[in-house]
């Protein structure tokens, strides 16, 4: 016996992915609705017949049990990305580790449905900056200074100031105090420190410097009233856009010469956070294999029907 061609049917999830799912249709043109195998398939699980020959295209809603495994999947992807940078920062200097907020997406035109199965997709909303206290490690070098308590270094960055937490400075060929990437370090008043001289420089806990008794000058510490609002510049810098920051001059940042700030993103808490993912990942995966195994039967019992 000849065999009906395939109808195609698209269900789009609750992000707008698509996925699609084949059945064999017969005869002409005509609309059959298997009767549920299981529960938690979509209420609309229907097959549109076509000629022969022609492949006709229909929109349906994708069951929820995929839909949301699906969007779990990809939320758990970004949250795996955000800890393996974590994991491979855990060694830099001044790093802050950052986090995933999850929330739920509905897509607009569900928004508000009645509909009992128009379930929420879970999402990695926006990640955010862990500024924590990292442990100050001493290095005796005299250039390398650590902050704690609220307070950044500021620098003078490619496209204006940057912010820090890492005090790995050093005296550039010109004689200028400046960052590992060459960027100089800014004192008070808009000045940046220059000196000729190879003796050691002195910084007191209020960030002033001396060198051979004389004053160089003092570090620039700048604190932010809502530190949410600063964007990440590669791994340890950051830049405040407009003023709702609210910048200001530090007043409980001290300054720790001969000590780094180490990286806030331990290692092994990210190992542990690692070990989470990857199991909830996996259950998540055994959710879509359970899915598809549901559609599978419900096609196979659509095929009964019209043969």
């Known amino acids: 016996?000849?065999?009906?061609?395939?109808?195609?049917?698209?269900?789009?999830?609750?992000?707008?992915?698509?996925?699609?799912?084949?059945?064999?249709?017969?005869?002409p043109l005509a609309a059959r609705r298997p009767p549920f195998i299981s529960?938690?398939?979509?209420?609309?699980?229907?097959?549109?017949?076509?000629?022969?020959?022609?492949?006709?295209?229909?929109?349906c809603i994708m069951d929820p049990l995929t839909s949301i495994a699906a969007s779990g999947l990809q939320a758990h992807m970004d949250s795996l990305d955000i800890t393996a940078n974590n994991l491979a920062n855990a060694s830099t200097t001044g790093f802050k580790g950052d986090r995933e907020f999850y929330s739920t997406y509905v897509a607009p035109e569900l928004d508000g449905s009645a509909d009992p199965i128009a379930g929420e997709s879970p999402v990695v909303e926006q990640p955010w900056v862990d500024f924590s206290q990292g442990l100050l490690q001493p290095t005796g070098v005299s250039t390398d200074v650590a902050l704690t308590g609220a307070g950044f270094f500021a620098v003078n960055g490619p496209n204006g100031t940057l912010y820090?937490?890492?005090?790995n400075f050093q005296i550039s060929p010109a004689g200028v105090l400046t960052t590992a990437d060459g960027y100089a370090v800014r004192l008070t008043n808009n000045q940046t420190l220059?000196?000729?001289?190879?003796?050691?420089?002195v910084v007191n806990p209020q960030g002033e410097?001396?060198?051979?008794?004389?004053?160089?000058?003092?570090?620039e510490l700048v604190e932010f009233q809502n530190p949410k609002e600063l964007s990440k510049i590669g791994l340890t810098y950051f830049s405040a856009s407009g003023s709702q920051a609210g910048a200001a001059p530090a007043t409980s940042a001290t300054v720790y010469q001969g000590k780094l700030e180490a990286s806030n993103a331990g290692g092994a808490k990210g190992a542990v956070r690692l070990v989470s993912l990857m199991r909830q990942f996996d259950t998540l995966q055994r959710a879509i294999k359970i899915g598809n195994d549901m559609n599978r039967q419900a096609i196979e019992v659509v095929a009964k029907v019209g043969s």
Do not use: C, W, Y
């Open 39 to 59: 529960q938690g398939h979509s209420r609309f699980f229907t097959l549109f017949a076509a000629p022969v020959g022609r492949l006709q295209e229909s929109t």
């Open 194 to 201: 220059q000196t000729q001289s190879n003796s050691p420089l």
């Open 164 to 167: 820090t937490r890492n005090g």
């Open 1 to 27: 016996m000849d065999r009906a061609p395939l109808s195609k049917t698209r269900a789009r999830t609750r992000r707008g992915l698509e996925i699609s799912t084949f059945g064999r249709t017969n005869g």
């Open 209 to 219: 410097i001396t060198q051979d008794g004389a004053d160089l000058g003092q570090l």
